[in-house]
């Protein structure tokens, strides 16, 4: 069984930054897709980014530019850098993992607003 926590949610200004961080427990990780969904009020979760096992990217048209996913298969965590942040931005975000199923961590909650 893998358990994702992510951290690095929080209250940001328009145009500010954050980065959220993902652990992972159990050894499968660097063999993992690991990436991010976002969930906006009355809204379907979506797909932000991803990142293969071979560390090739994957983005969300909207986001491009200015979040960036990286992984550290030492640590076993998944991070989304993001930048130029905007009220649209404003979700509940949730690292997940994929190996033959996928697992979820519980989210954390981005909010843009002046």
């Known amino acids: 069984q893998v358990q994702l926590v992510e951290s690095g949610g929080g209250l940001v200004q328009p145009g500010g930054s954050l980065r959220l961080s993902c652990a992972a427990s159990g050894s499968i990780f660097s063999a993992a897709t690991v990436g991010w969904y976002r969930q906006a009020p009355g809204k379907e979760r979506e797909l932000v980014a991803l990142?293969?096992?071979?560390?090739?990217?994957n983005y969300e048209d909207s986001v491009k530019g200015r979040f960036t996913i990286s992984r550290d298969n030492v640590k076993n965590t998944v991070y989304l850098q993001m930048n130029s942040l905007k009220p649209e931005d404003t979700a509940v975000y949730y690292c997940?993992?994929?190996?033959?199923?996928?697992?979820w961590g519980k989210g954390t909650l981005v909010t843009v607003s002046s």
């Open positions: 990142i293969f096992n071979s560390g090739r990217p």
């Open positions: 997940y993992l994929d190996y033959y199923v996928r697992y």
